[in-house]
């Protein structure tokens, strides 16, 4: 499985970006797809989630702001009103098994990660 995410860029706060995560390969034995994102010293995080099989999950800090949408071969992650938190380099991922959708280490497949930078 490929993945490959676009859409970051630089923006100021309360502004708008739409993330896309395009997924080539075996993907029609996956579980479901994630976004997560990483900022400097920090871990990589839970954003959101896609399960083929219905629904949507939201970490806290994106619950009402950002929206997960999409299909086994593109994902979106549309993200509004945003904050100066949420600076990050953001990962789309595969999940095969369904193991745990928040946690990263359960995730098989990752995309090259694309940079989101929010200005005060």
């Known amino acids: 499985v490929q993945l490959q995410a676009c859409g970051g860029g630089l923006v100021q706060a309360g502004g708008s970006l739409r993330l896309s995560c395009a997924a080539s390969?075996?993907?029609?034995?996956?579980?479901?797809m994630g976004w997560f994102r990483q900022s400097p010293g920090k871990e990589r995080e839970f954003v959101a989630a896609?399960?083929?099989?219905?629904g949507t999950y939201y970490a806290d800090s994106v619950k009402g702001r950002f929206t997960i949408s999409g299909d086994i071969t593109t994902v979106y992650l549309q993200m509004n009103s945003l904050k100066p938190e949420d600076t990050a380099v953001y990962y789309c991922?595969?999940?095969?098994?369904?193991?745990?959708?928040?946690?990263?280490?359960?995730?098989?497949?990752w995309g090259q990660g694309t940079q989101v930078t929010v200005s005060s």
């Open positions: 390969g075996r993907t029609l034995s996956s579980y479901g």
């Open positions: 896609i399960p083929w099989s219905g």
């Open positions: 991922a595969v999940d095969r098994y369904g193991l745990g959708l928040f946690t990263a280490k359960t995730y098989d497949y």
